[in-house]
């Protein structure tokens, strides 16, 4: 592999919030405190939110809303088949039952799909705003309103994203937001939810940490008593101030990597425009909104391409360029398969869509250099590789009983 090898993503990191995480360091105080509060009050402002709590991780925000929503064993959530698999677990892990409604070519949720999976046992509608593009949700709270439903929005891909001119967590009911490196801005790992509804976000602030009804910064600080009730057991799910040390720069700075994610982005969609062998993203025309350009995901064209996904994903290494799989459908996974009894063919879109799509590098730091250096990688991938046909990535005669390498270097998922 060459030495200037190119990642998919890396996070920008400036002088500044190294400095602030050394002087959290040598502070005497790294776990939750003082810069927690100053980070959840500085997301509260960007976001335009009623309420935010820092978290661990987006995937503790996502549980905990659920939880605090009330999510029954025997309830259902309805949600889409092409997301990280955390969005379906934190659904099992309450002992719900994901109902999932297929994509549309945005890749997100096809909305006009929801209404017929509503059944009395819906409890929560759970959107993805996958790559950062926000799902088309009036439709969705308006499906909320008619049948008592509560609305959670992942949004793990989507710090910065507007839907109709509001940023995505200034309104609606709850959402959940991901600092993992590959983010759009990173607190190491690190989440936070966002809402509008003040005694769930109560709920959530005992629940994040043991059940407590105190934080430590009050037990320990100055004026602190270090007494303590719990109301109910909690997990174990609190933001450090570690993490927040550096998200205070990452949230200043993220306006600003935003820009530059969306220069390239549409840097990307100018030069690749007409390549027969991918499809690039599409984007809806019927409402007005900002993408926040987490991801920029192409899907291959097998028949034009000569090739799968997994060939031009190991042809790309080759080059020294790496790449994202964004994401594979989680329903077919083996727990989901025999779980809930999901199989191949069921959502065909987002089948599909798992079978081909692939994230191109996109960071904020991102050099025009680099990214010409993906493009002509990919020229050449497809200009050689006219010789060999590749299968499918799904077959659906395989043998395998799940997710599995196929002899040509893809995946199968059996029937
Ligand atoms: C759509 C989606 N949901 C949930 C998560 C989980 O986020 P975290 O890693 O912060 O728990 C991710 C992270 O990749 C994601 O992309």
């Not at 064993?73 to 297929?102: H, M, Q, S, Y």
């Not at 439903?149 to 949004?155: F, P, S, T």
């Not at 936070?192 to 959530?204: G, K, P, R």
């Not at 100055?222 to 174990?236: E, L, R």
Request: contains cysteine; charged residues 20%; hydrophobic residues 35%.
């Amino acid at each position: 592999m060459p030495d200037n090898f190119l990642p998919f993503s890396k996070p920008c990191i400036s002088q500044a919030a190294k400095d602030e995480v050394s002087a959290c360091l040598s502070s005497g105080w790294i776990t939750t405190g003082p810069r927690v509060q100053a980070f959840e009050k500085a997301l509260t402002n960007y976001l335009q939110a009623p309420f935010v709590s820092a978290l661990a991780t987006a995937t503790a925000g996502l549980h905990l809303s659920l939880l605090s929503m009330g999510l029954q064993p025997g309830d259902e959530v309805i949600t889409t088949p092409l997301t990280f698999v955390a969005t379906l677990n934190v659904i099992a892990l309450c002992g719900a039952k994901p109902v999932l409604v297929d994509i549309d070519d945005t890749y997100n949720m096809d909305v006009s799909q929801v209404e017929a999976a509503i059944t009395s046992d819906t409890k929560v509608i759970l959107p993805v705003h996958l790559t950062g593009l926000p799902v088309d949700l009036d439709s969705l709270y308006t499906l909320a309103q008619k049948y008592d439903l509560r609305i959670l929005e992942d949004a793990a891909q989507a710090i910065g994203t507007h839907y109709k001119g509001r940023p995505i967590g200034s309104f609606g009911d709850t959402q959940v937001f991901s600092f993992h490196p590959n983010k759009n801005m990173t607190t190491g790992e690190g989440g936070c939810i966002s809402s509008s509804d003040e005694s769930l976000m109560q709920q959530v602030n005992i629940l994040k940490f043991h059940g407590i009804d105190k934080n430590a910064w009050d037990r320990y600080g100055k004026k602190g008593n270090q007494h303590y009730d719990v109301p109910m057991p909690g997990y174990k799910y609190n933001m450090m101030d570690i993490q927040a040390a550096l998200g205070i720069h990452q949230l200043a700075a993220l306006e600003n990597f935003i820009q530059q994610r969306t220069r390239i982005a549409e840097r990307y969609l100018e030069k690749l425009a007409d390549w027969p062998q991918i499809t690039l993203p599409q984007l809806p025309t019927s409402y007005q909104y900002r993408h926040s350009w987490h991801l920029f995901a192409i899907k291959i064209n097998e028949d034009a391409a000569k090739m799968n996904r997994d060939t031009f994903m190991q042809k790309m290494v080759e080059k020294g360029i790496g790449t994202g799989l964004h994401y594979e459908p989680p329903h077919l996974y083996r727990y989901y398969r025999e779980t809930f009894g999901f199989k191949v063919g069921d959502y065909p879109k987002a089948e599909d869509t798992g079978s081909r799509i692939v994230s191109l590098p996109l960071f904020a730091d991102m050099t025009l250099t680099e990214q010409d250096r993906v493009i002509s990688a990919m020229a050449e991938i497809f200009e050689q590789c006219g010789e060999h046909t590749q299968n499918r990535l799904y077959a659906k005669n395989s043998e395998h009983s799940g997710p599995g390498l196929q002899p040509g270097g893809g995946l199968a998922f059996a029937k």
